[in-house]
């Protein structure tokens, strides 16, 4: 098996080196721009690995195939991106990939112009019980979609950064799941979008952290959908983070709540319990291995999968 020299620029965020094991298809080949912990305990782990803090050379000297990305600074990976692609290199970034519509749609159009893929780190609906949910939602069981309800929650801390330049802020980094939960689950595109933000609970100084989300509006196929966001989850709830999960249609609806811990159908006077979760798993970092090294299509086209990023940006712009 011809594997995929892989490259890993920066640690801020979900990058995939805790597991590679996963993924016998990557070559790890070179690292930069980590954290000195990081770094020194995969320089050990991986013994033939460079070093290269200068990413032109990362993506020029060492024979790299695909790159994950976690830059330190979200606002400057879109542009790592593109300069990966229009060198041919396919690019697995963290979210948000940009902060901006028009660097979004430099990625799509390098994307469409490079031999290389491009994928967003947008695996949401990849996970349980979310796939089976799209699946039962596709089948009409509940009918048409008319009004989607959706929450993601993190909890707060000291390390939280104060300038949403690092991550993207509450909602391009955790709203955006909410956005996922409408679109890649509920199978239902956005129209349009109105939201508010609250700073309320952030106690520290020179601080533009938001706490607090609310975004709302309505759906193409003319019904609503209403999500929050926050950093106000508490550790008692026994999961690092909590979601929940409503979608309403003309003959039933369907529900996941607190972080997938409970499930449930409800169709007119039938109450089916929790979900069958027993099919196939899917992972999305493998089916885009698949894509480079089998030509497969992805489930979503790229415009679809980065759509709740693009609302997202869209929404920050009420802030």
Not at 144 to 172: H, I, M, T
């Amino acid at each position: 098996m011809k594997k995929i020299n892989l490259a890993l620029w920066g640690d801020n965020g979900h990058q995939i080196y805790k597991d590679l094991e996963l993924y016998p298809e990557f070559e790890l080949v070179a690292i930069g721009a980590f954290a000195e912990s990081a770094e020194s305990d995969l320089l050990q782990k991986y013994s033939d690995i460079k070093l290269e803090n200068d990413f032109e050379k990362l993506i020029h000297d060492y024979g790299v195939e695909m790159i994950s990305l976690c830059s330190g600074h979200r606002s400057e990976q879109a542009d790592l991106a593109v300069r990966a692609l229009d060198k041919g290199i396919h690019v697995y970034a963290e979210k948000p990939c940009a902060l901006s519509e028009k660097d979004l749609d430099r990625i799509i159009a390098s994307a469409a112009k490079s031999k290389a893929l491009f994928h967003e780190m947008a695996g949401t609906l990849w996970e349980e019980p979310y796939w089976s949910i799209r699946k039962i939602v596709q089948s009409g069981q509940i009918g048409e979609v008319v009004q989607v309800l959706a929450q993601k929650s993190y909890p707060y801390a000291d390390w939280r950064p104060r300038n949403e330049k690092v991550d993207g802020g509450l909602l391009a980094q955790v709203g955006v799941h909410a956005a996922r939960f409408v679109e890649h689950v509920a199978g239902q595109k956005i129209k349009d979008i109105y939201s508010q933000t609250s700073t309320l609970g952030e106690v520290r100084k020179n601080s533009d952290l938001k706490m607090a989300t609310s975004f709302s509006g309505r759906l193409e196929n003319g019904g609503l959908y209403s999500c929050i966001a926050n950093y106000l989850h508490n550790p008692g709830m026994g999961s690092w983070g909590n979601e929940m999960l409503r979608i309403f249609g003309t003959k039933g609806m369907i529900e996941s709540c607190d972080a997938g811990a409970r499930t449930r159908m409800i169709i007119g006077d039938k109450d089916f319990g929790d979900l069958d979760l027993s099919d196939e798993k899917l992972d999305f970092l493998a089916e885009f291995i698949k894509e480079i090294c089998e030509s497969r299509k992805m489930l979503l086209s790229l415009e679809e999968e980065l759509s709740p990023t693009r609302w997202m940006i869209r929404a920050r712009g009420f802030q």
